[in-house]
């Protein structure tokens, strides 16, 4: 049987790839590109909305890898129950770390150096100067310590910050320091200047980010979420930025897209991005790499990188 492979990146733009496989160009917008049941590898285009990336995977009968070009799987995950049994799901750890880390830092350093005022104020041909927050000596939670949580560490590491805590599902030991269990989340709270989101969304983190939670921290924080929308309850957050007591910077809503008219939109003290932590000139070859990389393996049997999860079994 044909072994097709679905690339949301023409073929002949990626070198390295393997004989011996068949390959087609999809992207999500136009029809299919062959019979899904021929389809052994899927990789699932990139910045497409979720009801396009799932539309072929109740044909695709035959399909052994799936392979997200995002960090977080949960288009996938939200689909399981359309994949066949034994179907190993990777993600893009590696890819997509360093335009994270940076969007992370960027969006940290403009909203307490108060950036978006500047630029409303440019508009208005309005010189306004006078003092703001540095991220020198602040004490920063980084909640969600992967891959991506770890690079927003190493770029924080020259701006001088008091101290850093890091958490993540289980606690363990780190090359910078322990990183705290969940559990320990509600005392290190209080501590925090900044508190960055860098975790997936799963059940155990969605809304994680709860009235309970936004209360437990201190007075003038700044809250920054890279990670996913859902991850924080919209409705809390509004509440604490209205009364004035805590900042936001987000890349990620819940809703998202952000709808005109939203009060989030207006709310004070909040930097909206519009999800772009991942689509930089970092991606591309970092994608094409690990693209070849994993279907080099695939050819040659050999363990597959990144592996979330195998549909269907009970280790999940």
């Not at 350093?109 to 309005?126: K, Y």
């Not at 590491?157 to 958490?167: D, G, I, L, Q, S």
């Not at 007075?219 to 009364?243: H, Y």
Request: proline content about 9%; glycine content about 8%; hydrophobic content about 45%.
């Amino acid at each position: 049987m044909t072994q097709d492979v679905w690339l949301p990146i023409p073929p002949t733009e990626i070198q390295g790839l393997p004989e011996g496989l068949n390959y087609l160009f999809w992207d999500g917008d136009q029809d299919f590109p062959g019979d899904p049941a021929d389809c052994a590898v899927y990789v699932v285009p990139y910045m497409k909305r979720q009801h396009l990336k799932v539309r072929p995977l109740s044909g695709m009968l035959n399909v052994r890898l799936i392979q997200t070009l995002t960090a977080g799987v949960d288009d996938m995950t939200a689909a399981l129950d359309l994949i066949a049994p034994g179907v190993q799901l990777c993600n893009a750890r590696g890819v997509h770390e360093a335009s994270t880390a940076e969007l992370a830092l960027t969006l940290t350093l403009a909203s307490l150096r108060g950036v978006p005022g500047f630029v409303r104020a440019q508009q208005q041909e309005h010189w306004e100067s006078g003092f703001h927050p540095a991220l020198a000596d602040k004490s920063v939670l980084i909640v969600g310590y992967g891959a991506i949580g770890a690079a927003i560490e190493d770029r924080l590491v020259p701006f001088e910050v008091a101290r850093v805590a890091r958490v993540a599902r289980s606690g363990r030991a780190s090359a910078r320091g322990p990183v705290h269990p969940l559990t320990e989340l509600p005392d290190l709270l209080p501590e925090a200047d900044v508190v960055i989101l860098s975790t997936p969304l799963t059940d155990t983190t969605r809304g994680l980010v709860n009235a309970e939670f936004l209360a437990r921290m201190k007075d003038g924080a700044l809250l920054v979420n890279i990670a996913r929308g859902p991850v924080v309850d919209t409705k809390a957050l509004l509440a604490e930025l209205e009364s004035g007591r805590l900042t936001a910077a987000l890349d990620v809503t819940d809703p998202e897209p952000l709808p005109s008219g939203h009060p989030l939109w207006q709310a004070p003290g909040v930097l909206i991005s519009p999800h772009v932590g991942g689509p930089t000139s970092a991606f591309l070859p970092r994608a094409k790499r690990l693209v070849t990389e994993q279907l080099n393996r695939f050819m040659n049997q050999q363990p597959l990188r990144n592996v979330i999860l195998t549909t269907g079994s009970t280790d999940n």
